[in-house]
C-alpha cells in the first residue's frame, strides 16, 4: 500500500484525488493534509512514497513544502506530482529539476488526467523508490513501457527511468540532464513525427504563425488514425550500461540523410535539433532499416552516492585510499560511516565475507547502535570517501531530528525481513536437497 499525501485546500483537487483514489484503493492510502506545518511533519513522519503538492492552494506554503524535501532528497525520495494554476508556474517547478518531482501539471490537466496517472503508477511501483525500505531490483533490470499518444504519458515515463536510475546511484548528474534530454527528444519525435505524421515543414508554419504545438500535437494525436497509436519504450539497466529503445507505429523516416558524421545542433534552428542534439549526449544511437525505431545507450556510475543525508551534511568526509583500513575487527565502535563512494571489504578473522558500496549506505550500524565492538574489519578496496559520525554527535542529532531514528529504525527493520527471508529460503533449499538425497537411499 503506497501512501498519498495530499497537501491541499482546493476542494477540487481533493475531490479529484479522493474519486481516482477509490478506484485504486487496494493500493493508494491518500491522506489529506490542509495545513502546512502537518504536511511537513507528515512528510519527516510518515515518509509517503508520494506527494501531491497543489500549488492552486492560496493558503498552502507549496514552496516551504518542495524547498524541506528539495533539501534532504536522501530522505524524502519518491514521488511528487505539483498541480499548479498555469503554464508559467508549471514550467518554473520543472526549471528545478528536482529529482523526485514526477511530473507538473495545471489544475485542468491534473482533473482529466489524475485517475490514469495513478493507473500508470499502480503498474509502476517499483520506479516510486523508497531509499531502504524497497529492495533495489537488482544487478540487472528489463522491462517495456507502453506509451500512449499523449505528451503526459512521455514526460511520466521519462521520470520513471530517469529519477529511478539516479535514486539508485546508476547515473550522476551529468548522466542525469543526459538521459533526460534524449529521451524526451527521441520520445517527442516519435510522437510528433512517427504516430502523428507532422512534418518538419508544417511545424515551422505552426510555430511561426504563433500557435503552441501542443495545440497541433492534441489535433492530430486524436485523428481516428492516430488515437490508438501507441509508443514502445524498453530498457535494459546492465552492470556497465543502460540500453534504451523507442519504437512509434509510423511510417519511419529516412534516418541516413540525417546521421552526418560529426553533425552538431544548430541551436538557431527552431525545431529540428533532436537527433544531433541526443548523439552528442549518449552512446550507440541507432534507427532501424525503416526509421522508426531508436535504441542508444548511456554508461552507468559505480560506487558512488548521489545524495547524502542531511543530517550527516555538517560532518567532514573522510578520504581513504586503497588497502586502507576503516576500522579494525574487535575495536570499540565509537563511529557510524556513511559511504558516499567506493568499495569497501569485511574481514571476519581475516577471511573476505562481504563487499560494502554505497547501495549499502552505513558500515557499522548494528555495532554502533548496540553499543558493541567492532565484528569485523573493514578496508577500503580503492578510493573512496566516507563521512564519519561520532557516536555522541549522532545520537544528539537523532534527539534534534527524531524522524530520522524512525526512519532508521524501519531500515534495520526491514534488513532483518530481508535476512529471515533469505533464512527461509536457504532452509526450504536444504530441507529439498535432504529430501532428494534420502530419495535416492
Known amino acids: 500500500m503506497k501512501k498519498i499525501l495530499v497537501a491541499s485546500t482546493n476542494k477540487e483537487v481533493i475531490s479529484i484525488v479522493k474519486s481516482a483514489a477509490r478506484k485504486f484503493s487496494e493500493n493508494f492510502d491518500p491522506i489529506f493534509c490542509p495545513d502546512t506545518d502537518e504536511a511537513l511533519s507528515l512528510i519527516d513522519y510518515e515518509l509517503p512514497e508520494i506527494k501531491v503538492i497543489d500549488y492552486t492552494s492560496k493558503d498552502m506554503d507549496s514552496n516551504r513544502i518542495l524547498a524541506a524535501i528539495h533539501a534532504d532528497p536522501w530522505l524524502h525520495n519518491g514521488?511528487?506530482?505539483?498541480?499548479?494554476?498555469?503554464?508559467?508556474?508549471?514550467?518554473?517547478?520543472e526549471d528545478k529539476k528536482d529529482p523526485n518531482i514526477i511530473i507538473v501539471l495545471t489544475l485542468y490537466t491534473f482533473?482529466?488526467?489524475?485517475?490514469?496517472?495513478?493507473?500508470?503508477?499502480?503498474g509502476n511501483q517499483k520506479f516510486l523508490f523508497n531509499r531502504g525500505i524497497q529492495d533495489r531490483m537488482g544487478g540487472q533490470e528489463k522491462g517495456t513501457f507502453i506509451c500512449d499518444n499523449d505528451p503526459l504519458d512521455i514526460r511520466l515515463y521519462t521520470s520513471f527511468l530517469v529519477n529511478y536510475l539516479y535514486c539508485s546511484n546508476r547515473i550522476d548528474d551529468e548522466g542525469r540532464y543526459a538521459l533526460q534530454t534524449a529521451l524526451m527528444e527521441l520520445l517527442t519525435n516519435a510522437l510528433e513525427h512517427g504516430n502523428c505524421k507532422i512534418s518538419y515543414d508544417e511545424k515551422t508554419a505552426w510555430m511561426r504563425s504563433g500557435k503552441n504545438v501542443l495545440d497541433l500535437i492534441n489535433e492530430k494525436r486524436n485523428l481516428p488514425?492516430?488515437?490508438?497509436?501507441?509508443?514502445?519504450?524498453?530498457?535494459?539497466?546492465?552492470?556497465?550500461?543502460?540500453?534504451?529503445?523507442?519504437?512509434?507505429?509510423?511510417?519511419?523516416?529516412?534516418?541516413?540523410?540525417?546521421?552526418?558524421?560529426?553533425?552538431?545542433?544548430?541551436?538557431?534552428l527552431e525545431h529540428?535539433?533532436?537527433?544531433?542534439?541526443?548523439?552528442?549526449?549518449?552512446?550507440?544511437?541507432?534507427?532501424n532499416d525503416k526509421g522508426n525505431a531508436v535504441s542508444f545507450e548511456i554508461?552507468?556510475?559505480?560506487?558512488?552516492?548521489?545524495?547524502?543525508?542531511?543530517?550527516?551534511?555538517p560532518f567532514a568526509t573522510v578520504q581513504y585510499k586503497r588497502h586502507?583500513?576503516?576500522?579494525?575487527?574487535?575495536d570499540p565502535s565509537n563511529d557510524l560511516y556513511f559511504i558516499v563512494s567506493g568499495r569497501y571489504g569485511v574481514y571476519t578473522d581475516g577471511k573476505l565475507v562481504s563487499v560494502l558500496t554505497p547501495d549499502d549506505m552505513f558500515i557499522g550500524e548494528m555495532a554502533f547502535l548496540l553499543n558493541d565492538r567492532r565484528s569485523a574489519t573493514i578496508l577500503s578496496a580503492g578510493e573512496g570517501k566516507?563521512?564519519?559520525?561520532?557516536?555522541?554527535?549522532?545520537?544528539?542529532?537523532?534527539?534534534?531530528?527524531?524522524?530520522?531514528?524512525?526512519?532508521?529504525?524501519?531500515?534495520?527493520?526491514?534488513?532483518?525481513?530481508?535476512?529471515?527471508?533469505?533464512?527461509?529460503?536457504?532452509?526450504e533449499e536444504i530441507k529439498d536437497l535432504k529430501n532428494r538425497l534420502e530419495g535416492r537411499v
Open 111 to 122: 482533473k482529466e488526467n489524475f485517475e490514469r496517472l495513478l493507473r500508470i503508477l499502480q
Open 225 to 268: 488514425e492516430n488515437k490508438d497509436k501507441k509508443i514502445k519504450i524498453a530498457y535494459f539497466i546492465g552492470k556497465d550500461k543502460s540500453h534504451f529503445s523507442i519504437e512509434d507505429e509510423g511510417d519511419g523516416f529516412n534516418w541516413r540523410a540525417r546521421m552526418v558524421a560529426g553533425d552538431v545542433p544548430d541551436f538557431e
Open 324 to 330: 586502507e583500513i576503516v576500522c579494525k575487527q574487535d
Open 299 to 313: 554508461n552507468n556510475v559505480h560506487d558512488v552516492a548521489n545524495s547524502v543525508p542531511g543530517i550527516m551534511v
Open 386 to 427: 566516507l563521512i564519519r559520525i561520532p557516536k555522541v554527535s549522532f545520537l544528539n542529532l537523532i534527539r534534534k531530528n527524531p524522524h530520522y531514528g524512525i526512519f532508521l529504525s524501519k531500515l534495520l527493520a526491514q534488513r532483518v525481513v530481508r535476512q529471515n527471508n533469505k533464512t527461509v529460503e536457504l532452509s
Open 79 to 93: 514521488g511528487i506530482i505539483a498541480v499548479v494554476p498555469n503554464p508559467a508556474m508549471m514550467q518554473e517547478i
Open 272 to 287: 529540428g535539433r533532436g537527433i544531433s542534439l541526443s548523439r552528442g549526449l549518449v552512446t550507440a544511437l541507432h534507427y
